[in-house]
């Protein structure tokens, strides 16, 4: 081994660990924007299920007018038929 090499070794083991440093931090800013996007997302979900609860208690008389409609209906049906 020359003195030279030493003095390489050194430089170049410096030049991959700021590769390395460079590239956890890159990884570390993807990792926070991904965290940021999967909060955003459940939060959104969470209000999405929100709005389907709430659209699921307010639709409950739908059925029931229906049933009171057709109900009607043969009231008058059968109140028109015995009126003849």
Do not use: H
Request: charged share 25%; proline share 5%; glycine share 10%.
């Amino acid at each position: 081994m020359t003195p030279q090499e030493p003095r390489d070794v050194a430089l170049e083991l410096e030049r991959l660990r700021g590769a390395v440093d460079t590239g956890f931090a890159t990884i570390n800013g993807r990792l926070d924007v991904t965290l940021t996007r999967t909060t955003q997302a459940e939060e959104a979900i969470a209000g999405l299920r929100a709005d389907v609860e709430m659209l699921k208690r307010s639709r409950w008389p739908l059925p029931s007018l229906a049933a009171l409609t057709g109900l009607t209906a043969l009231g008058l049906t059968l109140y028109g038929i015995a009126g003849r």
